[in-house]
């Protein structure tokens, strides 16, 4: 009688860690995508390479996004050189539960925010 409830405890640890873990990834993919817009010289620039290591970053991890997001805040390359600026990168990832082998849990969207400081005295 014990038997069941372990194994039903154990099947929930590892279904906790596997959430916490797909957390993590977008967390990763939405980080680097903020560490590479910063870098950009545009705007334009920024948009695109942080999309581009957004998808690269999910795409390398063990979780796969059914659908994905990235919204890129530029709004920063319009400061002018000399005052603080930002840029903010949003990642959404929606998983599939259907991965943990029990149907019917249907899908989970991670979303992770992060902002950057833009080089204070670089040119925009």
């Known amino acids: 009688m014990v038997f069941p409830g372990l194994v039903m405890i154990g ?71 000399g005052q603080p600026a930002t840029v903010t990168v949003t990642v959404a990832c929606n998983i599939p539960l259907s991965v943990l082998g029990l149907p019917g849990l249907g899908s989970r969207t991670f979303t992770q925010t992060v902002v950057t400081d833009l080089d204070t005295w670089r040119l925009r």
Not at 44 to 65: E, G, V, Y
Request: hydrophobic residues 50%.
């Open 11 to 81: 099947l929930l640890v590892v279904a906790a860690g596997w959430l916490l873990t797909s957390q993590s990834a977008v967390l990763e993919a939405a980080n680097e995508s903020a560490r590479i817009a910063s870098l950009a010289r545009t705007a334009p620039q920024a948009q695109a390479k942080a999309r581009a290591a957004a998808a690269t970053t999910l795409a390398n991890s063990d979780h796969r996004c059914s659908s994905s997001s990235v919204v890129v805040d530029t709004s920063g390359f319009a400061v002018p050189v």
